[in-house]
Protein backbone atom coordinates (compact mmCIF):
# COMPACT_ATOMS: atom_id res chain seq x y z
CA UNK A 1 0.00 0.00 0.00
CA UNK A 2 1.24 3.59 -0.90
CA UNK A 3 1.84 5.34 2.35
CA UNK A 4 0.98 8.88 3.55
CA UNK A 5 -2.26 8.23 1.92
CA UNK A 6 -5.40 10.95 3.34
CA UNK A 7 -8.75 9.59 3.55
CA UNK A 8 -11.63 12.49 3.76
CA UNK A 9 -14.42 11.13 6.30
CA UNK A 10 -18.28 12.26 5.47
CA UNK A 11 -20.69 12.25 7.88
CA UNK A 12 -24.35 12.23 6.66
CA UNK A 13 -25.91 13.31 9.80
CA UNK A 14 -25.89 16.83 11.97
CA UNK A 15 -26.72 14.74 14.99
CA UNK A 16 -23.94 14.68 17.77
CA UNK A 17 -23.04 10.51 18.58
CA UNK A 18 -24.94 9.22 15.62
CA UNK A 19 -24.03 5.66 14.41
CA UNK A 20 -22.28 7.24 11.59
CA UNK A 21 -20.15 9.39 13.33
CA UNK A 22 -19.32 6.20 15.54
CA UNK A 23 -18.68 4.48 12.30
CA UNK A 24 -16.05 6.96 11.18
CA UNK A 25 -14.21 7.90 14.57
CA UNK A 26 -13.82 4.54 14.78
CA UNK A 27 -12.39 4.37 11.53
CA UNK A 28 -9.94 6.52 12.23
CA UNK A 29 -8.58 5.08 15.03
CA UNK A 30 -8.41 1.68 13.16
CA UNK A 31 -6.48 3.34 10.28
CA UNK A 32 -3.63 1.83 8.81
CA UNK A 33 -0.32 2.59 9.18
CA UNK A 34 0.53 5.41 6.39
CA UNK A 35 -3.13 6.51 6.11
CA UNK A 36 -4.15 9.85 7.98
CA UNK A 37 -7.98 10.59 7.51
CA UNK A 38 -9.88 14.11 8.10
CA UNK A 39 -13.50 14.15 9.43
CA UNK A 40 -15.33 16.70 7.53
CA UNK A 41 -17.21 19.07 10.46
CA UNK A 42 -18.57 21.48 8.32
CA UNK A 43 -22.14 20.24 7.26
CA UNK A 44 -24.34 22.17 9.41
CA UNK A 45 -22.39 25.16 7.93
CA UNK A 46 -23.29 24.67 4.48
CA UNK A 47 -25.60 27.01 2.48
CA UNK A 48 -28.66 26.13 0.48
CA UNK A 49 -27.01 24.74 -2.70
CA UNK A 50 -27.54 27.48 -5.61
CA UNK A 51 -26.48 26.98 -9.25
CA UNK A 52 -26.24 30.94 -9.13
CA UNK A 53 -23.60 30.71 -6.18
CA UNK A 54 -22.05 27.98 -7.71
CA UNK A 55 -19.52 30.38 -9.60
CA UNK A 56 -16.56 32.19 -7.98
CA UNK A 57 -16.14 33.27 -5.63
CA UNK A 58 -17.67 30.55 -4.05
CA UNK A 59 -19.20 30.62 -0.38
CA UNK A 60 -16.50 30.01 2.03
CA UNK A 61 -17.71 26.64 3.13
CA UNK A 62 -18.36 25.21 -0.19
CA UNK A 63 -14.72 26.52 -0.41
CA UNK A 64 -13.54 24.82 1.99
CA UNK A 65 -15.29 21.49 1.45
CA UNK A 66 -14.24 21.43 -2.09
CA UNK A 67 -10.23 22.42 -0.84
CA UNK A 68 -10.75 19.26 1.52
CA UNK A 69 -12.03 16.83 -0.75
CA UNK A 70 -8.71 18.25 -3.17
CA UNK A 71 -6.66 17.21 -0.31
CA UNK A 72 -7.83 13.87 0.47
CA UNK A 73 -6.78 10.51 -1.82
CA UNK A 74 -9.91 8.91 -1.05
CA UNK A 75 -13.42 9.47 0.38
CA UNK A 76 -15.12 8.05 3.23
CA UNK A 77 -18.53 8.67 3.86
CA UNK A 78 -21.46 6.80 6.57
CA UNK A 79 -25.10 8.79 6.14
CA UNK A 80 -28.44 8.22 7.47
CA UNK A 81 -31.80 7.64 6.31
CA UNK A 82 -34.41 9.74 6.97
CA UNK A 83 -37.42 8.95 4.83
CA UNK A 84 -36.14 6.32 2.82
CA UNK A 85 -33.11 8.85 1.11
CA UNK A 86 -30.17 10.66 2.28
CA UNK A 87 -30.90 13.45 4.89
CA UNK A 88 -31.42 16.94 3.28
CA UNK A 89 -28.35 18.56 4.57
CA UNK A 90 -25.76 15.51 3.41
CA UNK A 91 -27.61 15.59 -0.31
CA UNK A 92 -27.21 19.46 -0.10
CA UNK A 93 -23.17 18.60 0.82
CA UNK A 94 -23.30 16.37 -2.29
CA UNK A 95 -25.20 19.12 -4.76
CA UNK A 96 -22.13 21.20 -4.03
CA UNK A 97 -19.80 18.45 -5.31
CA UNK A 98 -21.38 18.33 -8.56
CA UNK A 99 -20.37 21.67 -10.29
CA UNK A 100 -16.86 20.40 -9.30
CA UNK A 101 -14.31 18.34 -10.42
CA UNK A 102 -12.68 17.92 -7.22
CA UNK A 103 -14.51 14.40 -6.82
CA UNK A 104 -14.03 12.87 -10.08
CA UNK A 105 -12.32 9.79 -10.38
CA UNK A 106 -11.29 9.91 -7.05
CA UNK A 107 -11.82 6.42 -5.00
CA UNK A 108 -14.95 6.92 -2.77
CA UNK A 109 -16.98 4.41 -0.65
CA UNK A 110 -19.54 4.34 2.00
CA UNK A 111 -20.15 2.39 5.18
CA UNK A 112 -24.08 1.77 5.65
CA UNK A 113 -24.52 1.35 9.39
CA UNK A 114 -28.44 0.92 9.00
CA UNK A 115 -29.61 -1.63 11.18
CA UNK A 116 -30.54 -4.85 9.04
CA UNK A 117 -33.55 -4.19 6.44
CA UNK A 118 -32.88 -0.19 6.74
CA UNK A 119 -31.09 2.24 4.26
CA UNK A 120 -31.25 0.91 0.74
CA UNK A 121 -33.22 3.90 -0.09
CA UNK A 122 -30.17 6.41 1.50
CA UNK A 123 -27.35 3.66 -0.49
CA UNK A 124 -29.63 4.27 -3.97
CA UNK A 125 -29.72 7.54 -3.65
CA UNK A 126 -26.26 8.11 -2.85
CA UNK A 127 -25.36 5.57 -5.35
CA UNK A 128 -26.89 7.74 -8.17
CA UNK A 129 -25.38 11.16 -6.85
CA UNK A 130 -22.24 9.73 -6.95
CA UNK A 131 -22.18 9.01 -10.65
CA UNK A 132 -23.27 12.13 -11.61
CA UNK A 133 -19.87 13.55 -9.48
CA UNK A 134 -17.66 11.22 -11.43
CA UNK A 135 -16.44 9.56 -8.44
CA UNK A 136 -14.52 6.42 -8.61
CA UNK A 137 -16.78 3.84 -6.28
CA UNK A 138 -15.06 0.85 -5.36
CA UNK A 139 -18.19 -1.77 -4.73
CA UNK A 140 -15.43 -3.73 -2.48
CA UNK A 141 -15.02 -1.11 -0.11
CA UNK A 142 -18.48 -0.24 0.52
CA UNK A 143 -20.20 -2.20 3.33
CA UNK A 144 -23.03 -2.75 6.05
CA UNK A 145 -21.89 -2.32 9.63
CA UNK A 146 -24.64 -1.80 11.97
CA UNK A 147 -23.57 -0.55 15.12
CA UNK A 148 -24.26 -2.11 17.68
CA UNK A 149 -25.17 0.24 20.89
CA UNK A 150 -23.43 -2.20 23.55
CA UNK A 151 -19.96 -2.29 21.50
CA UNK A 152 -19.25 1.74 21.69
CA UNK A 153 -16.99 2.13 24.89
CA UNK A 154 -16.83 5.86 26.39
CA UNK A 155 -14.62 7.11 23.89
CA UNK A 156 -17.53 6.89 21.39
CA UNK A 157 -15.69 4.32 19.31
CA UNK A 158 -16.54 0.88 18.22
CA UNK A 159 -14.58 -1.78 20.50
CA UNK A 160 -15.64 -4.76 18.92
CA UNK A 161 -12.87 -6.45 17.13
CA UNK A 162 -14.75 -7.58 13.96
CA UNK A 163 -16.02 -4.30 13.10
CA UNK A 164 -13.05 -2.63 13.78
CA UNK A 165 -11.04 -5.28 11.35
CA UNK A 166 -13.70 -4.59 9.18
CA UNK A 167 -13.37 -0.83 8.63
CA UNK A 168 -9.35 -1.58 8.63
CA UNK A 169 -9.76 -3.45 5.49
CA UNK A 170 -12.22 -0.66 3.93
CA UNK A 171 -9.45 1.76 4.22
CA UNK A 172 -6.73 -0.36 2.63
CA UNK A 173 -9.00 -0.70 0.12
CA UNK A 174 -9.69 3.02 -0.74
CA UNK A 175 -6.40 3.69 -0.40
CA UNK A 176 -4.41 0.32 -2.55
CA UNK A 177 -4.13 2.66 -5.77
Known amino acids: M ?12 LRTGSSNHTV ?15 LYTGLG ?11 APLPAPVAALREAITAADAILVCAPEYAGTLPGSFKNLLDWTVGGVEISDKPTAWINAANPGRGQGAEATLRMVLDYTGAAVLEEACVRIPVDRDSV ?5 ITDPAVR ?9 LTAG
Request: glycine share 10%.
Open 45 to 55: GLPHFNPDDDA
Open 153 to 157: GPDGV
Open 165 to 173: EQLARVLTL
Open 24 to 38: LHTAAAVAPEGVTTT
Open 2 to 13: PTNRHVLLLPGS
